[in-house]
């Protein structure tokens, strides 16, 4: 079955530390998108890739990177810039057209030990 | 700019219960509208899209929007609650025209009671 494969589940950070968030997706999507979820405020997109080797910033991507080297991959790295990390990330994928859904997976919930 | 509104944050209902959850957006251009559906701990599904033709949407798991262009609106339906409605319920639109980016309603939490 096709879908989007969120690593791992839970993770925990330490101050100062970056972490990276996978996302690996199999329905060969030209498009990828990381977004943020806080309780109250829906989601925020924080970086979206239309294509290979290209992405651009979402409203809130400051402390966070990307990278799109491969079609079916686009990790997320949490840095240390971010100060208030604990979130639930939750990464999709769709066709590069707006009448097309976004997939998603399962998400990865950040915790600051 | 394009923005989402959903009018309540929780809704609660009775089982076998109107389910209507509200949903509200301003777009300058045509919109493509979405209602998606997330249970605890878990990514979020699509339950129906619009994004042209008829006005009356048929979803997944019984749920149904209709979009009316004069009230800028797109609310979700659903003749009868079941226990198993209970989520997290959210509206998105995205422009007609360009690329994929969604814009998300604030989420609408539904409770099921019996």
């Known amino acids: 079955d096709g879908g989007i494969t969120q690593s791992p589940k839970y993770l925990f950070r330490k101050e100062g530390q970056n972490v990276t968030l996978s996302c690996e997706q199999n329905l060969n999507h030209d498009a990828m998108y990381w977004y943020r979820q806080d309780p109250g405020q829906g989601l925020r997109l924080i970086y979206y890739s239309q294509i290979v080797n290209d992405f651009q910033k979402g409203d809130i991507a400051e402390g966070y990177s990307v990278s799109r080297e491969k079609k079916e991959s686009f990790p997320l790295t949490v840095t240390s810039a971010q100060k208030n990390p604990t979130a639930f990330y939750l990464c999709?994928?769709?066709?590069?057209?707006?009448?097309?859904?976004?997939?998603f997976g399962d998400g990865t919930r950040l915790s600051i030990l | 700019a394009q923005s989402v509104t959903q009018l309540g944050s929780h809704v609660s209902v009775s089982e076998g219960a109107l389910v209507l959850l509200r949903c509200n957006y301003s777009s300058s251009v045509p919109p493509y509208l979405f209602w998606y559906v997330q249970y605890p701990n878990q990514g979020l599904q699509l339950l129906l899209k619009y994004t042209t033709g008829a006005t009356l949407v048929k979803g997944i798991n019984g749920f149904e929007a209709e979009f009316k262009k004069s009230e800028t609106s797109f609310h979700l339906t659903k003749p009868s609650a079941h226990m198993s409605d209970a989520a997290e319920y959210f509206c998105?639109?995205?422009?007609?025209?360009?690329?994929?980016?969604?814009?998300f309603g604030a989420g609408t939490r539904l409770a099921v009671h019996p």
């Open positions: 998105a639109v995205s422009l007609s025209g360009g690329y994929n980016k969604l814009i």
């Open positions: 999709a994928s769709s066709a590069p057209v707006g009448n097309q859904p976004q997939h």
